[in-house]
């Protein structure tokens, strides 16, 4: 496998929920000295995507959880929140600013309704990254 792939990690997290469900599916994969971009979006008011400076509450807890569940002293770690009007753009954009050499989520809960109207902000990211995508499912149940 290629070492280089799995260097640095970018790991987009919606909320607290999210982010314990992604914590427990990467967990067993993840090799010693990996880096793992852990990545928040909130929505913002202009088309850029920029660095969202300090830590929101909600952005915090949710960090927090995937922290407490993921933790090993073998990873490297690193936060960004971002700010921008779409989710799916902010990670394709993350990508370059993070010099990520892969993306590894878990897909959210969506209805059909919702994704008609919005999309589906995990297929557009598959379709747009720049580098691979992995997809773990939600091993919670």
Known sequence: MNDELFERILIPIA???DA?????AVRPHLDPGTTLIV???TRGESGETTIKTGRDEFAGATYDTFFDILYRDD???EWLTLEAQ????????AVGMTEATLVAFT???IDSWKRTITGDPGGRLIRDADVPVMVF???RA
């Open 107 to 109: 897909p959210r809960d």
């Open 86 to 93: 779409e989710v799916a753009s902010a990670l394709v954009d």
């Open 137 to 139: 499912p939600d091993r």
């Open 75 to 77: 990873l490297e770690f």
């Open 39 to 41: 990545t928040h979006v």
């Open 20 to 24: 314990e469900a992604t914590a427990r």
């Open 15 to 17: 909320g607290p929920d």
